[in-house]
T-cell receptor
């Protein structure tokens, strides 16, 4: 069973508009959430994270929102740029403890930003 | 500063062979994790090591093993290769602060093809 779900395999947006990528999770033990961006033939690049004690975290054009009661998070990119075109992965983990901090990933959403 | 480095970048093996993949973490990072990514899926957790000890293991067969060295670099070993082991193998490093959220930073990966 998938503990982290990204239900939209792809998203197309025009340059300058907002991109909204969504992610749902099922495991209530998850307390830390991350978004990664991945270009072909490269490893995932960390974008932004949020812990469960917050409902919003912002870094430049990127904002992550967390709705813990709905077990839902979203990544907003404003304004979207053609260079943002990539696969975006949502990941989740419990807080660090002696048992480790394995990241559980969704399947990814491919974002295409057209100029 | 150098990021996570992995070697080799590409590898072709035949069924039944053995493979060793190598990873050097970001300077100052003491934890290394390994992930497998097959096409169309998100990365799947294989192992996490901290201070040369295994801190977590994902749902992979015993053919997969790993170790961490005193300089915090790590090796992933896979024995008796199967066609299904063809994937991108990703290494990630993190500080391991023992509490709070733990952000993992990924290397470029090793692309393994098993024929």
């Amino acid at each position: 069973d998938q503990q982290v779900k990204q239900n939209s395999p792809s998203l197309s947006v025009q340059e300058g508009r907002i991109s909204i990528l969504n992610c749902d999770y099922t495991n209530s033990m998850f307390d830390y959430f991350l978004w990664y961006k991945k270009y072909p033939a490269e490893g995932p690049t960390f974008l932004i994270s949020i812990s469960s004690i917050k409902d919003k975290n912002e870094d430049g054009r990127f904002t992550v929102f967390l709705n813990k009661s709905a077990k839902h998070l979203s990544l907003h990119i404003v304004p979207s740029q053609p260079g943002d075109s990539a696969v975006y992965f949502c990941a989740a983990s419990p807080l660090a403890n002696q048992a480790g901090t394995a990241l559980i990933f969704g399947k990814g959403t491919t974002l295409s930003v057209s100029s | 500063d150098a990021g996570v480095t992995q070697s080799p970048t590409h590898l072709i093996k035949t069924r039944g062979q053995h493979v060793t993949l190598r990873c050097s973490p970001i300077s100052g990072h003491k934890s290394v994790s390994w992930y497998q990514q097959v096409l169309g899926q998100g990365p799947q957790f294989i192992f996490q090591y901290y201070e040369k000890e295994e801190r977590g293991r994902g749902n992979f067969p015993d053919r997969f093993s790993a170790r961490q060295f005193p300089n915090y670099s790590s090796e992933l070993n896979v024995n008796a290769l199967l066609l299904g082991d063809s994937a991108l193998y990703l290494c990630a490093s993190s500080l391991w602060q023992g509490a709070g959220g733990e952000t993992q930073y990924f290397g470029p990966g090793t692309r393994l093809l098993v024929l």
